[in-house]
């Protein structure tokens, strides 16, 4: 099954012609969503709860690892000792991994986390810190993708059970990330951020409004679709997720992606009838 998401669920206007999209409703829609609010706080175990409870029995979440478990800042910004960021990531997401909503942890490294020595072992930790809970991982830098390292790479991901994200970005030469369906082990997740280069090179205050301003166009959700329909032969645990939020592209190219590969979902939450 190929599972089409977006990250988050409010802000998509596109999804159900409205604002304020609860998620309830985003899953009257969609059979999975990434939630990127672990990076920044860990939720109450009370809010993940809420969430099990107002989407169906088959609705499935990425969450993002929080920002000081993938090296963006210190633990000790935000705890008293390492364990208990650890013991509270984990006391929040039980209610997902209880009822078999979770799909995967998504790490995401900065481009400062190079493939070394030392960051191979910090990933062996993580996946001994998590255990059989799965894990996905996103790199930021090319050195983990050099011809000395790749081979290495992947088999140390398959070796670890640690998913391999497709990344689709802007590709600068000998900088960024291929687009490069690698299975590691399932699920095998894309996610898609846009191709606008000059946005993703902004390092301002207002980068959130750049980096992922790009709305795909037909043709290439056509190749996209191809590329991640061919992924079926390897495994039929496959994600899409649309992160192009920046301008509000990313509902209607999932809509979009969702037509062009002929899915429909079953089980989702019924949605509202608009009477008037």
Not at 74 to 96: G, M, V
Not at 239 to 260: C, H, M, R
Request: hydrophobic content about 40%.
């Amino acid at each position: 099954m190929i599972k089409i998401g977006l990250t988050g669920w409010s802000e998509h206007v596109d999804l159900l012609n409205k604002n304020n999209i609860s998620l309830g409703e985003y899953s009257s829609v969609l059979p999975i969503v990434e939630i990127d609010t672990f990076f920044y706080g860990i939720p109450r175990v009370s809010t993940v709860a809420e969430w099990v409870k107002i989407t169906p029995p088959t609705f499935k979440c990425v969450i993002k690892a929080h920002q000081s478990m993938t090296t963006h800042r210190p633990w000790q910004d935000f705890y008293d000792s390492e364990k208990e960021l650890y013991q509270k990531y984990l006391e929040s997401i039980q209610p997902l991994v209880s009822s078999d909503k979770l799909s995967a942890i998504l790490c995401q490294f900065p481009a400062s986390f190079h493939c070394t020595t030392e960051n191979i072992l910090y990933l062996k930790r993580l996946r001994k810190i998590f255990s059989t809970l799965p894990l996905a991982i996103e790199f930021r830098h090319i050195s983990w993708y050099l011809p000395e390292n790749k081979q290495g790479m992947v088999e140390f991901m398959m070796q670890e059970q640690l998913s391999l994200l497709v990344v689709d970005e802007p590709q600068v030469l000998g900088k960024s990330i291929p687009f490069e369906p690698i299975l590691t082990t399932s699920p095998l997740i894309f996610r898609l951020h846009g191709r606008n280069l000059e946005g993703w090179k902004t390092q301002g205050d207002d980068w959130r409004k750049k980096r992922t301003l790009y709305c795909y166009n037909r043709d290439e959700l056509n190749e996209l679709a191809l590329i991640v329909k061919a992924q079926l032969q390897q495994t039929t645990d496959i994600i899409v997720i649309f992160n192009n939020n920046s301008g509000g592209d990313a509902a209607a190219n999932a809509l979009t992606f969702k037509s062009l590969l002929n899915l429909e979902y079953k089980g989702l939450n019924p949605q509202q009838l608009n009477l008037f």
